[in-house]
């Protein structure tokens, strides 16, 4: 059932590629609605207690195999990846207009990223998950060049040559890994052998180190962030949504798998420059955030925050920092695609998303400047929405151990009131400019509304209801605890006289 899951995407987008016109729009939906679909009969039969894993050998002389496997959060992320596609897709009515390539192009692209996507979220196997990690960034490089703003081509590339870098510095991990597990015994490269391996401290901080600078390049980290913002000015917002949403999620998504799973003792090493860093990007984004003019660049440095305190959290070493951060990453990518998304929407009006070319939008497009609203008020993690419930666990799970860390952590939160609160008055609120009232003459299109309402609802119910998801990030958050051999801080309680 895996890898029909995986491959389905994969097909559909071959199929696609030698589709014209409408056509290929209507049936590279029907396909991701397919996928989305199957995605969750594949849950509820996971969720039910069926071992779904496959493993076949593949390459025997470098103990390679072909395995794939679903825990609690490759799930999420899973049913986060077949979501937010048909969700771009949706929002995404014209894909030719100043493009290097057709529509259908575009639709093909974006279902092979998706089921190179899945592939990296089930993989088992440390090589075949190395090998479709560099997969991913094929389809992303032409979805940002071919398609976008008039820098698009130099966003490309320097996304692209950050990535390869982190991918280099990767590729030697793996082989490092590989070869001192086939010193001890035959070779290996699955996940539950490796775990086995038993190093010197200075070897397995050496391979620690490899696989979290790439995927501290992707999350994206201070000071290896800056490739974001200009691919998400210049990317279409629906490609921005599936670079912030699902393949920015690889680099934590890694973190918790790789680097707690296989190097405990490095992970523990490594925690305080770690924990320095995540909230350097914490208050740096936030800042940064506040300083923007272009309302993509603002999203993109908001993520740069968002994602601060997702590292946080997994390297707070807590139950309940961990489980907050898996949260968070689904939510997230919720919110990124309702602002992405919205942004988007204004841009096609207006032909700009610079702050000070709107202002009063709400008065003469009310559910578009609703939405908007929404989609910040989640990313400010407002109670309610499900951002709050992730980003408060990971900032309580920190606070048990760090407090001062949190305490600190806590100012993001109060910034990013500021730099969603500001843009929002500034384009939003107040009288209608000239601007605003001459290219903005309509509100959301049945079809626009109809593409955001999904991540809208499930930010609304994952606020008010989250225990059914946090049941499942707490499997993978106490296994991980585990593998650590750490245990959470015992709580504490004053003695009173």
């Known amino acids: 059932m895996l890898t029909i899951l995986a491959l389905l995407p994969l097909v559909g987008g071959v199929v696609v590629w030698f589709l014209r016109g409408r056509t290929a729009r209507f049936v590279g939906l029907a396909i991701a609605l397919a996928t989305f679909v199957f995605s969750i009969i594949v849950a509820a039969v996971h969720l039910g207690g069926t071992d779904l894993s496959e493993h076949q050998v593949w390459i025997k002389a470098f103990g390679a195999y072909y395995a794939l496997g679903l825990d609690g959060m490759g799930l999420l992320m899973v049913l986060l990846t077949t979501l937010l596609v048909p969700v771009v897709m949706l929002a995404e009515p014209r894909t030719d207009t100043d493009a290097r390539w057709g529509g259908q192009v575009w639709t093909a692209l974006v279902l092979i990223l998706e089921s190179l996507s899945l592939y990296v979220f089930m993989a088992t196997d440390v090589l075949l998950f190395y090998i479709f990690f560099e997969a991913t960034l094929i389809p992303m490089y032409f979805l940002i060049a071919g398609w976008g703003g008039p820098k698009r081509a130099k966003a490309a590339v320097k996304f692209l040559l950050f990535s390869l870098a982190g991918g280099l510095v990767l590729l030697f991990s793996v082989i490092g890994l590989g070869v001192s597990f086939a010193s001890q015994g035959a070779p290996s490269y699955l996940l539950a052998d490796l775990v086995k391996l038993n190093v010197s401290p200075s070897t397995q901080m050496l391979l620690f180190l490899g696989f979290f600078v790439a995927f501290a390049i992707k999350a994206p980290m201070v000071p ?98 961990i489980s907050g951060t898996i949260f968070y990453m689904v939510n997230h990518g919720f919110s990124t695609a309702v602002l992405f998304l919205v942004v988007g929407y204004l841009a096609k009006r207006r032909g700009s998303v610079e702050i000070n070319s709107l202002g009063g939008v709400f008065q003469v497009a009310p559910v578009m400047a609703g939405m908007l609203l929404l989609g910040g008020l989640a990313s400010l993690s407002l109670p309610g929405m499900g951002s709050f419930v992730g980003e408060f666990l990971v900032l309580a799970g920190t606070w048990s151990r760090y407090p001062v860390v949190a305490a600190v952590g806590t100012l993001g939160t109060v910034l990013a009131a500021l730099y969603i609160l500001i843009m929002y008055q500034r384009t939003m609120t107040g009288p209608v400019t000239d601007q605003t009232r001459e290219h903005i003459t309509g509100d959301a299109t049945w079809l626009e509304r109809l593409a955001v309402a999904p991540v809208i609802l499930a930010l609304l119910v994952l606020g008010f209801f989250p225990k059914p998801v946090l049941d499942i990030t707490d499997q993978t958050a106490k296994q991980a605890m585990t593998t650590l051999n750490v245990s959470d801080p015992a709580p504490t309680v004053g003695q009173g006289r």
Not at 259 to 271: H, I, K, N, Q
Not at 274 to 281: E, K, M, T, Y
Not at 282 to 290: D, E, H, K, R, T
Not at 293 to 309: E, I, K, P, Q, Y
């Open 224 to 321: 290896v962030h800056t490739w974001l913002p200009d691919a998400a000015e210049q990317a279409t917002p629906a490609t921005s949504t599936l670079l912030v949403g699902i393949l920015d999620k690889i680099g934590t998504f890694g973190m918790i798998r790789f680097c707690l799973g296989l190097f405990p003792d490095a992970s523990r090493l490594a925690t305080p420059v770690i924990v320095v860093l995540a909230l350097i990007s914490i208050v740096y984004g936030a800042l940064a955030a506040i300083g923007q003019t272009n309302m993509l660049r603002l999203v993109a440095f908001t993520s740069v925050s968002h994602f601060g305190f997702m590292v946080l959290g997994v390297f707070a070493l807590t139950t309940q920092s």
